[in-house]
């Protein structure tokens, strides 16, 4: 008794378990969404990717800029002219990154 119990407890489960012919019906509406959100994902991924790998090459850009910066004012003594001797203005570096307050 206990063999035959096995035996269609066997039959049931691959009976169960194959693939029959699929009566789905994906209409053109709900591909047209399922592709636009797959899209969306795929290049919300990529763009996570690509902003990953520029953050560093920004950061080095900008230390060597600054580090540009901070040499050309070393260079520019306070007492000589930047540009225009006839501008009083000229006479010293204005740092337009961090403005003074009064």
């Not at 290049?43 to 520029?54: D, K, M, T």
């Not at 050309?72 to 009083?88: H, L, S, V």
Request: proline share 9%.
């Amino acid at each position: 008794m206990n063999r035959y119990k096995t035996t269609a407890t066997l039959a049931t489960l691959c009976l169960a378990l194959t693939p029959l012919a699929a009566s789905a019906y994906v209409g053109p509406g709900a591909g047209l969404s399922l592709l636009g959100a797959l899209w969306a994902l795929l290049v919300a991924v990529a763009a996570a990717v690509v902003f990953l790998f520029a953050w560093p090459i920004r950061r080095m850009r900008r230390r060597k800029r600054e580090a540009m910066e901070l040499e050309e004012q070393e260079r520019r003594r306070p007492g000589q002219p930047a540009g225009d001797a006839d501008d009083p203005t000229a006479l010293e570096p204005q740092d337009t990154r961090h403005p003074r307050t009064p």
